[in-house]
């Protein structure tokens, strides 16, 4: 029943903890869609998820599969002392030791990320992403 109650309310993926939802769903942890944002220049520019590292390697993937406030705050607060690069000619940001062409140094004021679920609507047949979670850290 913890398990029910997290996959409906607080975001858990239903694969996670066990659970009959494990078996009804699209909801999986690889089909859950972060989106990141280093806020600079007055401009939001998409962060190079790829090219992220978190200390561990492991707090991306458990901030998708179940992501409370805590764990998305704790997850930018880190995000936050790392140094930063942009890539003029796409706008995507990237950790400062990233490998690239004409990256330059980028002082963030926040970053930002979105943790979203996606949704399969049968009788419409089609796919769309659902809110989970948002979290904003003010950097400066």
Not at 60 to 68: D, E, S, V, W
Not at 73 to 82: A, D, I, K, N, V
Request: zero cysteines.
């Amino acid at each position: 029943s913890t398990q029910i109650t997290l996959s409906q309310t607080s975001g858990l993926v239903p694969w996670k903890g066990g659970g009959f939802g494990m078996f009804s769903s699209v909801d999986l942890e690889g089909n859950r869609i972060i989106r990141a944002f280093l806020v600079a220049d007055g401009r939001e520019h998409p962060i190079g998820l790829g090219a992220v590292e978190d200390d561990l390697g492991r707090s991306l993937p458990q901030a998708r599969a179940f992501p409370t406030p805590s764990r998305l705050r704790r997850l930018l607060r880190f995000w936050g002392e790392l140094s930063w690069t942009l890539d003029p000619s796409t706008g995507v940001a990237a950790p400062g030791g990233a490998s690239g062409r004409n990256r330059r140094p980028v002082q963030p004021d926040a970053i930002r990320i979105e943790v979203y679920r996606i949704r399969f609507d049968a009788g419409a047949r089609e796919v769309y992403r659902i809110l989970l979670a948002e979290a904003t850290e003010t950097l400066r």
